[in-house]
């Protein structure tokens, strides 16, 4: 991060580009199990330790963290400015305020951007995608995920203002990380207690179920 506070505009946005096409690699060497076929470990086990360190492990993600901070920053120099003088952020900067006004139009509008070129690549482009699993999969998506993320943090994009800005969503924004954590612990009871593979009330009535149940740990 303090690397990143000393570059500008260009270098967060070439560094993000970067990222993105770094994520090739993965898509390269995980494809065919290429990576277990050039260290001849062709055996049943090899294979699927490679694709689970890629898959989900820290080593297939590092340049997805470094975008992640070349997108902070990007923000804070487009989307930011100083709070005394209104000028661009700097290194005498203490104190910074949001500068809407200053944002490239596709960021400001980086909601429906995002969220528009992900419903293409889900409706119209799904046979293409496939191919390209590993790369979609570890920072392919990166694109859609800095155009949202952006956007919502500026918060001038309709969705933001009329979406994500109503009630439930923030209700729903409080209680996601307990809704991610308490899955697997709801689901387990309902199985043990009323069945699941052929209780089809069960899987109708989970979801709701999960979000009452959030609320109530993220309320009480």
């Not at 086990?45 to 997108?71: E, K, L, N, Q, T």
């Not at 900067?93 to 139009?105: D, F, H, I």
């Not at 429906?112 to 690549?121: E, H, K, N, R």
Request: glycine fraction near 8%; aromatic fraction near 16%.
């Amino acid at each position: 991060a303090e690397f990143f506070r000393r570059r500008g505009v260009a270098f967060c946005s070439c560094t993000l580009v970067a990222c993105w096409l770094f994520s090739f690699v993965f898509q390269w060497l995980g494809a065919e199990d290429r990576l277990a076929t050039m260290l001849e470990c062709t055996d049943r086990v090899c294979p699927m330790v490679i694709m689970v360190a890629i898959r989900a492990s820290p080593v297939g993600y590092f340049h997805v963290f470094i975008a992640g901070v070349a997108a902070a920053r990007l923000f804070m120099l487009v989307a930011m400015c100083d709070a005394e003088s209104g000028a661009c952020i700097g290194a005498s900067t203490k104190r910074v305020v949001l500068s809407e006004g200053t944002a490239p139009l596709v960021l400001r509008y980086g909601c429906c951007l995002g969220y528009l070129l992900y419903a293409s690549l889900v409706f119209f482009a799904t046979d293409w995608v496939k191919p390209y699993y590993y790369f979609f999969h570890n920072g392919g998506m990166l694109p859609v995920m800095v155009l949202v993320l952006v956007g919502a943090a500026i918060g001038t994009d309709p969705i933001t203002t009329w979406v994500f800005r109503s009630r439930p969503m923030l209700v729903l924004g409080r209680i996601s990380y307990l809704q991610y954590l308490m899955q697997h612990v709801l689901q387990g009871w309902i199985k043990l207690a009323f069945g699941w593979s052929d209780n089809v009330m069960a899987q109708a009535l989970f979801i709701p179920a999960l979000l009452v149940f959030s609320y109530c740990c993220q309320r009480f």
